[in-house]
């Protein structure tokens, strides 16, 4: 029998760090002789982060939708062309933040690919940060925070140089009341030799919490068609609704050669200096957004 191809299945909320694991990972599949590819989903109809993963990477992108629920039948024929095409060792999976990961995992070990996958498991990314945070969002959110950790293979408690020490004990001692296979990290760093030894979780029992139905998350985008002030951009982030769980995307302020690269996770900004020119799309999530209204302020934004 030919050997089969590994697969894994990064998962986490959103903002918690899946894309800086999505790249470390890359980084050591290819230190191993190893060619991974990547299958991306993004809620909204353009992706950001694609730009983040190196040309030489076989990547399918499936976009405006979520991949466990209302895009899920786009799933299959995506998997089936990337074995067609070939060229690869590893494939990894990274799902949107609102993804319930147990629906993903039933099309990755359909009876169509028994014999082509290995499905290794699910490595959740936790934001310590937005954990401590956890209760501007809504029960629905909540709910499937909690899911994508309880059914984890392991669990990285990322970003702990965000928490106080005296937090920390508290925040794994809650986190492990929902699994038991924690590390902290920072940037999404640990030991992939860890991944060696994972193993899976029994899915059964796990609630259906999906995109559009039970979780009402808006995705707005936005492309900026002239350089924005700074600081008039940032007079408006500080106006947000804390709905706005998560933004991303290319910001060309003025003054500035390159636009610059923009991460927004609750509450907390960065901004990241880029020395070529991407295009200004800009990406917003969070729920019960008034998307019309915030269209409205970023285009006043370029006046």
Request: aromatic share 8%; hydrophobic share 40%; net charge negative.
């Amino acid at each position: 029998m030919k050997n089969k191809k590994t697969v894994y299945l990064l998962s986490g909320f959103l903002g918690s760090g899946k894309t800086t694991l999505l790249k470390n990972l890359i980084r050591f599949e290819k230190k191993q002789g190893r060619l991974p590819a990547v299958l991306m989903n993004e809620a909204g109809k353009i992706s950001i982060d694609s730009e983040e993963v190196d040309k030489d990477i076989p990547l399918s992108e499936l976009l405006d939708g979520c991949i466990c629920c209302t895009i899920q039948d786009k799933l299959e024929s995506q998997l089936q062309q990337l074995l067609i095409d070939g060229g690869f060792d590893t494939l990894i999976i990274e799902t949107t933040g609102a993804a319930h990961p147990v629906e993903v995992v039933d099309s990755v070990l359909s009876p169509l690919f028994a014999d082509q996958f290995s499905f290794k498991g699910i490595i959740t990314t936790v934001d310590a940060h937005q954990w401590e945070k956890r209760d501007v969002l809504s029960i629905q959110a909540l709910q499937l925070m909690r899911e994508q950790i309880k059914y984890a293979s392991i669990v990285l408690l990322n970003k702990m140089d965000l928490v106080t020490e005296d937090r920390i004990p508290g925040i794994l001692n809650e986190i492990q009341s929902l699994s038991s296979n924690i590390y902290l990290t920072q940037h999404a760093k640990i030991d992939f030799k860890l991944l060696d030894n994972l193993s899976l979780i029994n899915y059964e029992g796990a609630s259906q919490v999906r995109l559009n139905h039970e979780l009402q998350l808006n995705v707005i985008v936005h492309t900026f068609n002239r350089p924005v002030q700074r600081g008039a951009f940032n007079e408006w982030m500080k106006s947000l609704s804390t709905s706005v769980y998560r933004m991303k995307g290319f910001i060309p302020f003025n003054n500035d050669k390159y636009p610059t690269l923009f991460q927004y996770s609750y509450g907390m900004p960065l901004f990241f200096e880029h020395d070529m020119k991407m295009t200004p799309n800009f990406v917003i999530i969070g729920e019960n957004l008034n998307g019309e209204q915030i269209k409205k302020d970023l285009e006043g934004l370029e006046r």
